[in-house]
């Protein structure tokens, strides 16, 4: 497989042995959260390969989502350009968290999500948008806005950011995703700034399977339960083995876009060998195919994943964007903190091809300012009293030694 193949394949690539099933992992804070010690000088991943940073974050982050129960389908390349819109309006530790999470600096992300833009199909279709809360003495900066439409095309709307500003930000993801995902957002109360990718992905395979082809079978979920399905059935002349699973690489028309399976051996779990997967030896295992011809047979899948991702990237290390201590300078002339982000799939395989479509809202919300001057927090007993202002008759009178009787 081709470096261009690769890098606009990236997400079919992260997406495809998960239709396999989604293994909990335990204990996922202790092996992803970054320590103090951890954050180390950016600097150190200026010679970082960016594919393989991003294949490692979007290992790291479908560790952090699954559950071992439902499918989980992440959009690595949606999420990606969405935290890229953030992280471009970043300073400080913020962007330096940034930095450490996806392990490249900010103009190494950028000159990468360049690449799969500049290289993409027609098989995809990809947009992103701003949305501001219409308020007074509240604007992006123009540098910024400047800059996110030469990287991404991001469209900037101002609004009120009422109901009908969500009607209006759930038809602009419908639109472009084809209206695969029909809401992304439900109110907006107290968001500042949306940040917005929306994908949709096309592809007839190179080789259809044969309805002739299509047989009843019996697939075993993550909890033991046998599932009657509708098994593709078909031969594919790229086979993979990385010592831990096996599995198969099977085109697309035209060639520019792969499905990749790997199918964890007997006796290692899913869970086990997604503990064991890195970035490099994901995509080093798809490089690595063998021409020779394999007999395959996988389910017709339609699945839906809705997730919000705040925690698993703070376990991830990107905590300073979360709260208060945030540094979106960049972005706009007002304190900023991401208060959630949130991210849909939707995938669907049959004997024709594959329809794929994602979107990942970043909701921002306006943060609080440091208090100044003197502070009281009553959080022990104190006396109080309620006073009649004119004639200074005490109403009532008390002493508050407890909250709850």
Not at 173 to 187: F, M
Not at 225 to 232: F, Y
């Amino acid at each position: 497989m081709t470096m261009k193949k690769l890098l606009t394949g990236l997400l079919l690539a992260a997406l495809g042995f998960q239709l396999f099933g989604c293994a909990a992992q335990e204990n996922v804070h202790n092996e992803t959260e970054a320590t103090e010690a951890e954050l180390a000088d950016p600097s150190q991943f200026e010679n970082a390969i960016p594919q393989n940073a991003a294949a490692d974050f979007a290992l790291a982050l479908l560790r952090s989502c699954e559950d071992g129960e439902k499918n989980c389908v992440l959009s690595p390349y949606s999420i990606l350009t969405a935290l890229a819109m953030a992280e471009n309006g970043a300073d400080g530790e913020t962007l330096r968290q940034f930095e450490q999470v996806l392990a490249m600096p900010l103009d190494a992300l950028n000159g990468y999500l360049q690449v799969c833009i500049a290289q993409a199909g027609d098989e995809i279709a990809d947009a992103n948008s701003i949305w501001l809360r219409d308020a007074d003495g509240f604007a992006l900066r123009e540098d910024y806005q400047a800059l996110m439409q030469e990287l991404f095309g991001a469209e900037a709307f101002t609004a009120p950011f009422d109901a009908q500003t969500v009607e209006q930000i759930n038809g602009w993801v419908s639109e472009h995703t084809k209206e695969r995902i029909e809401r992304i957002v439900d109110t907006l109360d107290d968001a500042s700034t949306v940040l917005i990718n929306a994908l949709s992905f096309d592809a007839k395979w190179e080789s259809p399977f044969d309805a002739s082809n299509v047989k009843g079978g019996v697939f075993t979920a993550s909890d033991g339960t046998e599932q009657d399905v509708e098994m593709l059935c078909g031969r594919e002349n790229a086979y993979l083995d990385d010592g831990m699973a096996t599995g198969f690489i099977k085109p697309y028309e035209g060639g520019k876009y792969s499905f990749v399976a790997l199918l964890p051996n007997e006796g290692v779990d899913v869970q086990s060998y997604l503990a064991s997967l890195t970035g490099e030896k994901l995509l080093a295992a798809i490089h690595a195919a063998s021409e020779e011809q394999v007999t395959v047979k996988m389910p017709k899948v339609r699945t839906e994943t809705s997730l919000r991702l705040a925690e698993p990237l703070m376990s991830l290390g990107l905590r300073n964007a979360f709260t208060a201590a945030a540094d979106f300078s960049r972005m706009a002339n007002a304190d900023q903190h991401i208060d959630e982000v949130i991210h849909k799939t939707y995938l669907s395989i049959d004997e024709e091809g594959t329809e794929a479509a994602a979107a990942t809202a970043i909701i921002m919300t306006r943060s609080a300012r440091p208090a100044m001057g003197k502070t009281v927090t009553l959080d022990r007993p104190y006396v109080m009293a309620i006073v009649d202002n004119e004639t200074d008759c005490l109403l009532f009178l008390g002493v508050i030694n407890r909250v709850a009787e």
